[in-house]
């Protein structure tokens, strides 16, 4: 069992950036790929970044990819996401995942998810 807890979100202009957090419980967060999705107001989860439990393969959605950044530190047993030159199109809930199946980007290969937090970014 994982629970996880986001933080980081909130209110940012157009190009400036913000930095989530998500922490882990339970001893075993380095066997866990771990995910960030994101779904905005009347729109689908979307995938946005996923790294493997060592931390030494990253994966993005392609239009995010040079902006976003996932990174872990399983020392601490927290995931984050930088996020760069925000722009409006990403506000959004942020979520936090789980997962025992490396490389995924599908939803429903995370078993575990946090409660999300909320990136506004205004124009």
């Known amino acids: 069992q994982v629970q996880l807890v986001e933080s980081g979100g909130g209110l940012v202009q157009a190009g400036g950036s913000l930095r989530l957090s998500c922490a882990a419980s339970?001893?075993?967060?380095?066997?866990?790929?771990m995910g960030w999705f994101r779904q905005a107001p009347g729109k689908e989860r979307e995938f946005v970044a996923a790294?493997?439990?060592?931390?030494?393969?990253?994966y993005y959605t392609d239009s995010l990819k040079g902006r976003f950044t996932i990174s872990r530190d399983n020392a601490e047993n927290t995931m984050y996401l930088e996020m760069n030159n925000l722009k409006p199109e990403d506000t959004a809930v942020y979520y936090c995942?789980?997962?025992?199946?490396?490389?995924?980007?599908?939803?429903?290969?995370?078993?575990?998810w946090g409660q999300g937090t909320q990136v506004t970014v205004s124009s």
């Open positions: 995942a789980a997962g025992r199946t490396a490389y995924s980007r599908y939803a429903s290969d995370f078993g575990f």
């Open positions: 339970g001893r075993t967060f380095s066997m866990y790929a």
């Open positions: 790294i493997i439990g060592s931390g030494g393969i990253t």
